[in-house]
């Protein structure tokens, strides 16, 4: 397989279905959707509707109540970044090399932009209520999932323990729950919502959701080993910047061997729960190891 | 009937179910459900769950779908205050006489609360295919016009214009569309999803649209008349606010005397339309009359 190329083809895919669902930019207030398809098309790596997809295929899903999931939990993923670039929050005035939505549409709009991307992303999910009403059992399990690992109990909980917490240093537990809940909860609920919508047992939705969990956990303690071994020139941006801002990481609390060992346990747990189910899930595999040992 | 009486009594009735989908004040990320807590329990006057439960009994609903549902609009009602107060936006310290959620927590967790409060909205709402599973078509067809409601189509769309146009004088079929959107739409919400839930047709649905479209554009000409018309001290804010802001209203569109009228004649034809569904209505009659003939 050559990885890369499969990765492309697949990137191409879910843009394709994104742009679909972006609402078209009419009416009185039309300004709002500019915001909305300014900050979903910055260019992200669209890594939760893939593993979204994955998960769908791996249980042999067909169908197409799948599509307005996919786009919507790409919506959710990008308000979560608005508001997090807002000046109350982050500050931020540049994201992926782009001017953050809040400085060019003003800060008023930038709110009310992540507002209406959360909103739609609910919105256009339940349009496939009415693509596939005889599956709307199996897509109302789906949006509760995506709603609880959007949620308090998901990322928006991480995000108001990280919020609350920063500035000083934390507990080794409060660390390793702000990444399972502001990372992890999207990456879980990417692969539950797929598997569901898929026709997955209870059991194996509960499969898919401990995979995630060590997928998103291993991601993000890579972010922190990056943020010491990592050169500036991949990256695009400061290393060193934790220890700089005093910051609590699993670098700083396990120390950088520990960490990298706790990557690999994560990912080769995560891909052997993977191959247990004995399905094909090559490109899943590769996928996996691909997000963890990345090297920006 | 005594309307007062009835009235509390709903009231009573609607805060027990309210207080019951308030999540435990517990975990790493307990600031955020106090936050919650603190912006839900300000004492609003519930008129968007007593709409919906009103519709509900109205086609002879039975069962408990509706329960969280009754949450679920009073939560992204009071969402959308809390984001409202915020400082880019209409900059307020103090609402019903209670400091806003921003100013007792600060502007990070305001905006997080706010987005809280909506994603809990629908987690709250999806409890329903748990309780009720065997109406899981009903249950996505109403948490798919909550969600188009409360959206860029609906209130969102109406609060990004309102932002976008505020300042300076708009035409009157803007200050329409504002209305209709802004408040209208989860009035609409409201009279519908209660309806669904309720297994009323898609004829009637549409009807109590209709209904619901007509009363929300009523209440909100009405407060432009308060504020030429009402007395301070019954009001408990300033009047000719508008006039001072150089703000378009129906008032200073029509005129007050044309505006009493239009208040008037959408207020009949909305009873009327009630009326012809031959159903026992008393109660959602006077609550109509009540709400657009208030004194404050």
Redesign the interface.
């Known amino acids: 397989m050559n990885f890369k190329e499969e990765y492309g083809k697949r990137v191409n895919e879910i843009e394709e279905i994104l742009a679909g669902y972006l609402?078209p930019k009419e009416?009185?207030?039309k300004?709002?959707?500019e915001a909305?398809e300014y900050s979903l098309t910055a260019g992200g790596k669209r890594i939760r509707p893939m593993l979204m997809l994955e998960a769908f295929r791996l249980f042999g899903g067909t169908g197409t109540a799948i599509r307005p999931f996919l786009a919507a939990i790409e919506m959710i993923h990008t308000?979560s970044l608005v508001?997090d670039d807002?000046?109350?929050?982050d500050n931020d005035d540049y994201r992926r090399g782009r001017k953050t939505t809040h400085v060019v549409y003003?800060?008023?709009?930038?709110?009310?932009a992540?507002?209406?991307l959360?909103?739609?992303a609910?919105?256009t999910a339940?349009?496939a209520?009415?693509t596939e009403?005889e599956n709307?059992?199996l897509?109302?399990?789906a949006?509760?999932i995506l709603?609880?690992k959007?949620?308090?109990y998901g990322m928006?909980?991480?995000?108001?323990?990280d919020?609350?917490e920063s500035g000083h240093q934390i507990s080794g537990e409060?660390l390793d729950?702000i990444y399972r809940?502001k990372t992890g909860a999207l990456i879980e609920a990417s692969l539950m919502t797929g598997a569901v919508l898929a026709g997955a047992s209870e059991e194996e939705t509960a499969c898919m959701e401990r995979i995630a969990g060590r997928v998103g956990l291993a991601f993000q303690i890579q972010d922190d080993i990056l943020d010491v071994t990592g050169s500036e020139d991949v990256l695009g941006k400061p290393v060193h910047s934790d220890e700089k801002n005093d910051k609590t990481t699993y670098v700083s609390w396990k120390g950088l061997e520990e960490s990298g060992k706790e990557v690999s346990r994560l990912t080769d747990e995560a891909v052997a729960e993977l191959k247990g189910l004995g399905r094909e899930s090559g490109y899943l595999e590769a996928l996996f190891r691909w997000l963890v040992y990345r090297e920006k």
Do not use: K, W
């Open positions: 609402p009416g009185y207030q300004t709002i959707m909305m308000y508001h807002l000046p109350a929050m003003g800060e008023d709009i930038g709110i009310l992540g507002d209406a959360l909103n739609y609910f919105e339940c349009t209520f009415d009403p709307s059992l897509i109302g399990r949006l509760g709603a609880r959007s949620g308090i928006i909980g991480g995000q108001v323990v919020v609350s409060m729950f809940l």
